[in-house]
Every structure is written in structure tokens, then in C-alpha cells.
């Protein structure tokens, strides 16, 4: 398994613009697909965004289609989510998670992935 670690999260106003990473070490992360999941307070986890361990296949749920933007670095063993026109719907406790890419069937179920981080918490106030 690889660790993941996430880092970048905060408080911002409505509209605003945050940046999560997620960083890797312990295993090849280039062969791993990766992907994001949050969940709310009072709420169950969530698919948030997933992408392939290429780069070249993105998934995004429909909540944040067009407004976030998932990517990676597999030189350095990173991955990124780009967060712009937050909403308070938005605030959440968002994790990454990653899993062998010969192992994933359906990218958007948390159950698939084996590897995850600690999460990091995004407020968003309105």
C-alpha cells in the first residue's frame, strides 16, 4: 500500500478557491489510480473526483463538475485537487484515497480503494 498524507485545506469565503495535495510515499504511486472523496458533518463520504494513474482518464460527481479539477505528478508523487467557486455545500473533511489501477472497476466507490489519508478539513463560509 502506499501512505497518503493530505495537506492545503482551510477556511475561505464563498466564491473563493482552495488547492488540496496529496502526497504518496512507500509504494509506486505512478500505478495507482487515485481519487477524492469528502464527507460533511452528519452526512456519509462522498465521491468528489477520481482520476487514472496516466492522468489521462478523469471522473468528477455532478456537485462539482466545472468548478473542480483533479490532477497528478507521479514524478513526484503527488496528486492535486483544484477547488474554485466554493460553496458552503462544499464544506467537508476531504480525503484521498488510492488503490492499484489493475484493481479499480468503478472508480467513484470508496470500497475499492485500500490507501488512505488523514483528511483535511475545507470550511467554506457563505
Known amino acids: 500500500q502506499v501512505q497518503l498524507v493530505e495537506s492545503g485545506g482551510g477556511s475561505v469565503q464563498a466564491g473563493g478557491s482552495l488547492r488540496l495535495s496529496c502526497a504518496a510515499s512507500?509504494?509506486?504511486?505512478?500505478?495507482?489510480?487515485m481519487a477524492w472523496f469528502r464527507q460533511a458533518p452528519g452526512k456519509e463520504r462522498e465521491f468528489v473526483s477520481a482520476?487514472?494513474?496516466?492522468?489521462?482518464?478523469?471522473y468528477y460527481a455532478d456537485s462539482v463538475k466545472g468548478r473542480f479539477i483533479i490532477s497528478r505528478d507521479n514524478a513526484k508523487n503527488a496528486g492535486y485537487l483544484q477547488m474554485n467557486s466554493l460553496k458552503p455545500e462544499d464544506t467537508a473533511l476531504y480525503y484521498c484515497a488510492a488503490v492499484p489501477e489493475y484493481r479499480v472497476r468503478y472508480y467513484r466507490d470508496a470500497a475499492q480503494y485500500e490507501s488512505w489519508g488523514q483528511g483535511t478539513e475545507v470550511t467554506v463560509s457563505s
Open positions: 512507500g509504494r509506486t504511486f505512478s500505478s495507482y489510480a
Open positions: 482520476i487514472s494513474w496516466s492522468g489521462v482518464n478523469t
